[in-house]
C-alpha cells in the first residue's frame, strides 16, 4: 500500500497562487508516478496534471500555462503550483499515484477557493 499525504491548500483571491505539495510513504516501489485530480461541488473528478518519477508531465488544457507540477523523488514529494487562479479553479484537489498513470492510490483531498 502507498499513503499520500496532501497539504497547502486554501482560501486565495483571483490571480493569485497556491502550492500544493503531496508527500507518498509505504510501498513507494509500486508507483511510477503521481499526479492531482480536482473535484468541484457537482462535478466529476478530473485531472489536473500528472507526471513520472523521470519527470514526464502532462496538463489538462484548463490549466496549462497557469499550473506547474514537480516531483521530488528523493522525498517522494509531488508539487503543484498554482498561479493567476480563477474561481473555477475552486475544488477539492486530490493527490493521486500509481505505476503508469493508473491512480492506484489517492490522498484525502485539499480544499482550494478561489473568491472572486
Known amino acids: 500500500q502507498v499513503q499520500l499525504v496532501e497539504s497547502g491548500g486554501g482560501l486565495v483571491q483571483a490571480g493569485g497562487s497556491l502550492r500544493l505539495s503531496c508527500v507518498a510513504s509505504?510501498?513507494?516501489?509500486?508507483?511510477?508516478?503521481m499526479g492531482w485530480y480536482r473535484q468541484a461541488p457537482g462535478k466529476r473528478r478530473e485531472v489536473v496534471a500528472q507526471?513520472?518519477?523521470?519527470?514526464?508531465?502532462m496538463y489538462a488544457d484548463s490549466v496549462k500555462g497557469r499550473i506547474n507540477i514537480s516531483i521530488d523523488n528523493a522525498k517522494k514529494m509531488v508539487r503543484l503550483e498554482m498561479n493567476s487562479l480563477k474561481p473555477e479553479d475552486t475544488a477539492v484537489y486530490y493527490c493521486e499515484a500509481g505505476w503508469g498513470y493508473t491512480s492506484d492510490y489517492w490522498g484525502q483531498g485539499t480544499q482550494v477557493t478561489v473568491s472572486s
Open positions: 509505504g510501498r513507494i516501489s509500486d508507483i511510477n508516478a
Open positions: 507526471i513520472t518519477t523521470d519527470g514526464n508531465a
